[in-house]
């Protein structure tokens, strides 16, 4: 008999989604009588590929995957200069966008599993027309959690709609509180739009509100302590965030990020009272929380460039084509949408939950960003 230990697309043995006690089924009773199962199972744990209990997953590392991020579109209606050139990304063709009720097919394999907390990110999400559809869907299927991460220049139309049909709380990316500086950064935006979305969101009751800040010599460096501020008054996050060198550099604008112990410093300079350690407000996130003194709002830092949390990292990404991407740094995929337009409806969503499989158990123990020629999309391409 030979046994396989292996990573293959088909490792079944190696990693298990159901009830531990499912592990048995794999195997044949000889070996079971054998005693055999038992080094198998020593194996399995000694190579790190750990089966689950429940529905939850581990990859070979370790971490329970449970956090998927599903972009809806590559579009998007601003042009950020950390992101990409003014000219913006070739397009996909819409046909190989996924679908809306494919997207919840993946969801439904996803949540199958063992995902509990799902973000809609894109490109701009709210550039996708009829979101809150999407949003009823995932709405319905019971996650734990439902995120979205957005420019918030469209938000204030949607907001209350969004909040009914099941959307829990958003992220606002908002680079400077300076009008003028607003637009350099996203070429095209307007301001007094992004805090529109953002005061929306509040009203509707999208809580916790957090601001992403992507911090960057010569461009916003000199406004963190203004940003840190905000969360004295306001019950709003405030998250500040090391740029990642991501896709292609041409046509980029020559941007160069800042460490979180410099924006810290920076912060620490004029915050009354300094920062103390502080419990995350939600969500199963990277970021290291403080909280001024008396301050209503929390300032946190995601640093993955000076203190990569790959050791924590629980999530897979879906890109708008209908990819698994295991690692935003990383150009492994996995391609479900093959799967939802060629397999027989009797075995799509096994072969999809398979795709999940493989995509967790070839997750990299740590990303590669310092490795940007080897990277061929971009965050909006993949879904930030
Ligand atoms: N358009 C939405 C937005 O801007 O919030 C969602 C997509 S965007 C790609 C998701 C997040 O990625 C945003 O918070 C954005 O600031 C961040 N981001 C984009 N490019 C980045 C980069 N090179 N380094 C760090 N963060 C980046
Ligand atoms: Fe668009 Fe978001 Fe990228 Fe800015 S960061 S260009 S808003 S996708």
Same mark, same amino acid.
């Given at each position: 008999m030979v046994l396989r230990i292996s990573a293959s697309p088909n490792a079944e043995s190696v990693l298990l989604p159901g009830k531990r006690s499912s592990w048995k089924r794999l195997f044949p009773p000889d070996l079971e009588r054998e005693g055999l199962i038992c080094v198998f199972r020593r194996l399995l744990i000694s190579s790190r590929v750990t089966a689950a209990k429940d529905n939850r997953m581990n990859d070979r590392f370790g971490r329970e995957i449970n956090y998927l991020r599903v972009s809806v579109t590559d579009r998007c209606n601003l042009r950020c200069v950390y992101c990409?050139?003014?000219?913006g990304v070739p397009l996909l063709r819409h046909e190989d966008i996924l679908r809306y009720e494919e997207i919840l097919t993946v969801l439904a394999a996803a949540k199958k599993m063992g995902i509990s907390h799902v973000r809609i990110t894109g490109g701009e999400p709210l550039v996708r027309k009829d979101l809150d559809h999407l949003v009823r869907g995932i709405a319905a299927m019971g996650f734990e959690d439902i995120s979205m991460t957005t420019n918030g220049t469209l938000l204030a139309g949607y907001a209350q709609i969004l909040k009914e049909a099941g959307l829990i709380r958003v992220n606002v990316s908002l680079d400077s509180l300076r009008p003028d500086r607003f637009s350099k950064i996203t070429r095209t935006g307007r301001i007094e739009d992004a805090l529109a979305g953002i005061q929306a969101a509040v009203r509707a009751g999208l809580e916790p509100v957090k601001v992403n800040v992507v911090v960057m010599a010569g461009w916003n460096l000199d406004e963190v302590a203004d940003m840190a501020r905000l969360t004295l008054n306001l019950p709003v996050h405030v998250r500040f965030i090391e740029y990642m060198p991501i896709g292609p550099s041409d046509g980029m604008e020559e941007v160069s990020g800042v460490s979180s112990d410099l924006i810290m410093a920076e912060i620490s300079k004029t915050v009354p009272g300094g920062l103390e350690v502080s419990t995350a407000p939600s969500g199963a996130g990277p970021a290291r929380t403080y909280r001024a003194a008396g301050a209503k709002g929390t300032i946190g830092f995601i640093s993955a460039m000076s203190k990569p949390f790959c050791d924590s990292c629980n999530r897979l990404r879906l890109t708008p084509d209908g990819k698994l991407r295991p690692c935003l740094a990383s150009a492994i995929e996995v391609d479900v949408k093959e799967i939802l337009r060629s397999s027989r409806q009797g075995s799509k969503m096994r072969e999809i939950e398979e795709a999940f499989r493989r995509a967790i158990l070839s997750?990299?123990?740590?990303? #590669?960003?310092?490795? %940007? #020629?080897?990277?061929? %999309?971009?965050m909006c391409q993949i879904g930030g």
């Open positions: 990409m050139p003014p000219e997750k990299p123990g740590a990303h #590669e960003l310092w490795d %940007r #020629e080897s990277q061929a %999309r971009r």
